[in-house]
């Protein structure tokens, strides 16, 4: 018998978006690489891709229409196109291509009065998403983001067109 391909693409991406937010989890909690605004907002499709990933596997197992396993998969792949967009944008902004969100790159301003400015400085940790804290091979966490969410989309891609026609 031949694995359903909604059924192998849709857990392969939910095993995927997990092992990358174990790694990011494991960058920041274990290796105290605190992630930036931009960073934060990479992993919001791994979030959506776990769960949506396992129902539509599930899906695909009880034998549910076509339609609903495609708008499943198309979900996903959409969902990872525009996090590869995302960090390719992380990425230029760390290369310094063009101006990241105002609050955490460029110039910091309005620090408040000279009395709060020692106790603000002393609470408040920035983390500037212009800044690179990890590379490796040249590569920052965005641009390992960016191959990751394309390696996902390629996958969601995979099981549409792999999709049986009924």
């Known amino acids: 018998m031949q694995a359903h391909p909604a059924l192998t693409a849709a857990l392969a991406i939910a095993v ?16 105290d690489i605190r992630p930036c605004p931009l960073c934060l ?5 791994y979030y959506l891709a776990i769960p949506l990933g ?9 034998d549910t229409p076509r339609a609903v396993l495609l708008a499943g998969l198309a979900i996903l792949l959409t969902a990872a196109l525009g996090n590869a967009w995302l960090g390719a ?10 101006q990241g969100p105002t609050e955490c790159s ?3 301003v309005n620090l408040g009065s000279a009395g709060s400015l020692l106790e603000r400085l ?4 920035v983390i500037r998403c212009d800044e690179v804290q990890w590379r490796f091979l040249g590569l920052s966490l965005a641009g390992y983001n960016v191959l990751i969410s394309l390696l996902m989309a390629a996958i969601a891609g995979w099981g549409i067109a792999r999709l049986p026609r009924r």
């Open 16 to 31: 995927i978006a997990a092992a990358t937010l174990a790694g990011a989890w494991f960058f920041e909690l274990v290796l």
């Open 41 to 45: 907002e990479q992993r919001y499709a």
């Open 54 to 62: 396992a129902l539509v596997a599930f899906a695909a197992v009880k």
């Open 89 to 98: 944008y992380h990425a230029g902004v760390e290369w310094q291509f063009w």
């Open 106 to 108: 460029g110039p910091v």
């Open 122 to 125: 002393d609470t408040v940790k």
